[in-house]
Structure formats: C-alpha cells, structure tokens
C-alpha cells in the first residue's frame, strides 16, 4: 500500500512543479525577513533590549504561517478564486476514485504529500533562518544554544503538524469554497488568540515559546510532535472515511 502511495505522491509533486517551486521560493524570502525579527526577540526575551520590532508580525508568521508549509500554498487553486467554481481538488479526487485504487491509498499518499511539503518548506525556512543568524553579526545564537534552537524548531513543527494536518481532508474532503474561506477564519482566529494573550501578557507568543525553548526545550518538543503525528493520524482517519463515503459523481 505504502509503495503505492508514495507513487502517487511522487505524481502530484511533478503535476504541481511549477507551484512548489514558486512556494519554495516565496519560503526563502519569509525565512529571511523572520531571522531579523527572531533575532530581535530574542534579545528581548533574554537580555530585556527594548528594541522596537512587530511581534506581532512574527506571531502571525509562525502561528499563522507555518502550518501552511504543509501545502504548495503558491500553486494555482490556492490564488485563484476561479478554484471556488472549479473545485479543482474534487475533481482530481474524482478522477482518481474512478480508477481501481484503494481508498486507503488515496488518503495516505495525500497524507504523504502533506507530509514531505511540510518538512520541505520546514527545512528551507529553519535552514536560511539559521544561515542568516549564522552569517550576519546577530547575538541570538549566543543567547540560545544549538539544542536549543532544536528544541524551538521541534516545537513549531509539531504545531504546524498538527494544524496542517487538516490540509489534504479540507483539499480532498471539501469543497473550493471550504479551501478558500479556511484562511480567513484561519487568520481571524489566531489574531483573537493573539490578542488576548497580548491582553494577559507583555510577551508575544514567539516569545514565550523562545523562553519555553531554553527552560524545558526537550520536554515541549516531545509534546509537540506527539501532539503533531497524534492530529496527523486522526486527520487522515477523518479523510480516508470521508473519501469512501463521499459521491463524486
């Protein structure tokens, strides 16, 4: 079964070439802007340098960003409305049920697809961050060890597994319209989140998870990431029913 989903996902990556490439590249530019605030927050966060920065633009980036790694989120359906009348996913599920391929199959090589996006885009955009700290005169790895800067990214990605799991059942479960409008309710919640926790305390969230990272890194990674696969294995339970039952004709 295995082997057969990963062929699939092979062809849906060569289908959408074109969109991955240009996520890649959309990837690069963010994980060079976020070095620059990550760096200032950190230095917020253990030193107490009051240098002015957009926590909440950072916020925003890896609560609501970073979970979108888990699709080619720069390919046509995603920035076309024309997907809302189209409802391209359905139809690509809808040609692929025709054919003699188990449902099992269909649901785990969306899920693989899913899966090798988001560690993908995760690796591009943690790599250049960490180039970028690296090569420029920056004290955030001074103030956060190797491990620890492990332990942060181990958290985040977690987090966006398990939130970017949702990505291939909202695809292939729903419809264009679901696809399209997810972002925006998407958006508004983490800025509610934001916000109160803003109304609680002085830190951002990034902030936080910066300390966190540092106090108990390890244990909050392992959390995470059980906490991610845990969302992810449900995820594709919900779409592997949802496929079977689902009429596409």
Same mark, same amino acid.
């Given at each position: 079964?295995?082997?057969?989903?990963?062929?699939?996902?092979?062809?849906?990556?060569?289908?959408?070439?074109?969109?991955?490439?240009?996520?890649?590249?959309?990837?690069?530019?963010?994980?060079?802007?976020?070095?620059?605030?990550?760096?200032?927050?950190?230095?917020?966060?253990?030193?107490?340098?009051?240098?002015?920065?957009?926590?909440?633009?950072?916020?925003?980036?890896? &609560?609501?960003?970073?979970?979108?790694?888990?699709?080619?989120?720069?390919?046509?359906?995603?920035?076309?409305?024309?997907?809302?009348?189209?409802?391209?996913?359905?139809?690509?599920?809808?040609?692929?049920?025709?054919?003699?391929?188990?449902?099992?199959?269909?649901?785990? $090589?969306?899920? &693989?697809?899913?899966?090798?996006?988001?560690?993908?885009?995760?690796?591009?955009?943690?790599?250049?961050?960490?180039?970028?700290?690296?090569?420029?005169?920056?004290?955030?790895?001074?103030?956060? $060890?190797?491990?620890?800067?492990?332990?942060?990214?181990?958290?985040?990605?977690?987090?966006?597994?398990?939130?970017?799991?949702? &990505?291939?059942?909202?695809?292939?479960?729903? $419809?264009?319209?679901?696809?399209?409008?997810?972002?925006?309710?998407?958006?508004?919640?983490?800025?509610?989140?934001?916000?109160?926790?803003?109304?609680?305390?002085?830190?951002?969230?990034?902030?936080?998870?910066?300390?966190?990272?540092?106090?108990?890194?390890?244990?909050?990674?392992?959390?995470?990431?059980? &906490?991610?696969?845990?969302?992810?294995?449900?995820?594709?339970?919900?779409?592997?029913?949802?496929?079977?039952?689902?009429?596409?004709?």
């Amino acid at each position: 079964m295995l082997e057969q989903a990963f062929w699939l996902a092979k062809k849906e990556f060569k289908f959408q070439w074109l969109g991955f490439t240009a996520t890649i590249l959309f990837t690069l530019i963010l994980g060079i802007a976020t070095a620059f605030l990550l760096d200032i927050s950190a230095e917020k966060v253990f030193i107490n340098r009051d240098t002015p920065y957009n926590r909440l633009l950072l916020d925003l980036i890896f &609560i609501g960003i970073t979970p979108s790694f888990a699709a080619i989120y720069m390919s046509k359906p995603y920035l076309s409305f024309q997907t809302i009348k189209d409802d391209t996913f359905t139809k690509r599920m809808a040609l692929l049920r025709s054919l003699p391929i188990p449902v099992k199959v269909l649901s785990a $090589s969306r899920t &693989i697809v899913m899966l090798m996006t988001l560690s993908i885009l995760s690796f591009i955009f943690y790599g250049v961050i960490y180039l970028i700290l690296v090569t420029f005169p920056m004290r955030f790895l001074e103030l956060m $060890s190797f491990l620890e800067f492990v332990s942060f990214i181990a958290i985040w990605f977690g987090y966006a597994l398990a939130v970017g799991g949702m &990505i291939p059942y909202i695809e292939y479960g729903t $419809s264009g319209k679901v696809l399209h409008l997810t972002p925006f309710i998407s958006i508004a919640i983490f800025i509610a989140i934001i916000i109160i926790v803003y109304s609680y305390v002085e830190s951002g969230i990034v902030e936080i998870i910066l300390y966190f990272a540092k106090e108990n890194g390890i244990l909050l990674a392992i959390a995470s990431m059980i &906490i991610g696969i845990s969302s992810t294995y449900l995820w594709n339970r919900l779409l592997t029913n949802r496929l079977a039952k689902r009429d596409y004709l």
